[in-house]
């Protein structure tokens, strides 16, 4: 039985491959990031968000930019970069740079500022969600309404079905597209397996049996073979004599006469033969025989008519 040969699969067979492999990859990243935070990033709390977020802004630069929310299985997660003063030596005031921040906003949403940046709550056991779907996105969307120099995206394609479909995509078009052709190309370039050659008909493991050996004949067998054969002759020559005297006898006793045959004319002509009349033989294209009339007083002969 021959091993697996990658060369006969089929390119539906990669693309019902990269099919099922694309739906497993796109779960498996979607579960994975279900409820985790992103490495590399500093958490902050809903309400230092929301203070930075309606801060005004430090050296003519806003405390929050490239905000981008993203879905999570119960609540959102907000990916910002915000302003941060490092100062490397201690000795005054530092340098203001932007650093990667995140953080998680559970739904519903309970903001602790107004979308015009007041404190309406005196302690924050009195926050509620304005609605129960409501989210940090759509505080966010409250928000911009009042200021039009902050800006936001949402992350669309970190939503599960949309990461299955991406997944499941990019596997078909690679697996089941581009790599078929570029393993078609290799196996034409020589890199493919070396196939065997088929091991032609072999006629000589078909052997015919040992021809059975002939007996020798031993002096015995020769003189019993010369005793049969001139007792055939014998027999054969003696049958012979026999036959010959027989027929003899039979010539002697049973010889007729054998009986002369004579023939002359007959008398009278011929027997039943009638006189032949006389015809006239005429014809446009060929001679036709026709019966002959003779004339009263000519003894001539009559021709029928229309001949």
Not at 20 to 44: C, K
Not at 165 to 189: D, N
Not at 246 to 273: F, M, N, V, W, Y
């Amino acid at each position: 039985m021959s091993g697996f040969d990658i060369e006969q699969v089929k390119r539906w067979h990669w693309i019902v491959i990269g099919l099922l492999l694309g739906l497993s990859l796109g779960y498996a990243y979607a579960a994975s990031e279900a409820d985790g935070f992103t490495r590399g990033r500093t958490q902050i709390s809903p309400m230092n968000f929301e203070q930075a977020l309606h801060q005004r802004p430090k050296q003519g630069k806003p405390w929050l930019t490239d905000i981008v929310v993203y879905p999570r299985r119960d609540g959102q997660l907000v990916q910002m970069n915000m302003l941060t003063n490092e100062d490397k030596t201690n000795s005054g005031p530092g340098e203001w740079v932007y650093r990667p921040y995140e953080m998680y906003a559970p739904k519903p949403y309970k903001p602790y500022m107004t979308p015009q940046g007041r404190w309406p709550w005196r302690n924050n056991a009195q926050r509620q969600a304005p609605s129960p779907d409501y989210t940090v996105l759509s505080y966010l969307q409250d928000v911009a309404k009042n200021n039009n120099r902050m800006s936001f995206r949402y992350g669309w394609w970190k939503e599960p079905r949309v990461t299955g479909a991406l997944w499941t995509l990019g596997s078909v078009v690679v697996v089941g597209g581009i790599w078929p052709t570029v393993l078609k190309l290799l196996i034409g370039a020589g890199f493919g397996r070396k196939k065997e050659p088929e091991a032609e008909y072999d006629l000589d493991r078909f052997k015919s049996e040992e021809a059975a050996k002939a007996p020798v004949a031993s002096a015995a067998d020769d003189t019993k073979l010369r005793s049969r054969v001139e007792e055939i002759e014998q027999e054969l020559m003696s049958n012979l004599r026999t036959a010959q005297a027989g027929g003899a006898d039979q010539e002697g006793e049973t010889a007729a006469p054998i009986r002369t045959l004579s023939a002359g004319p007959l008398a009278g002509g011929t027997i039943g033969a009638a006189p032949e009349k006389d015809r006239n033989y005429k014809g446009e294209f060929y001679p036709v025989a026709h019966p002959s009339t003779k004339r009263a007083g000519d003894g001539g002969t009559k021709t029928p008519r229309g001949q």
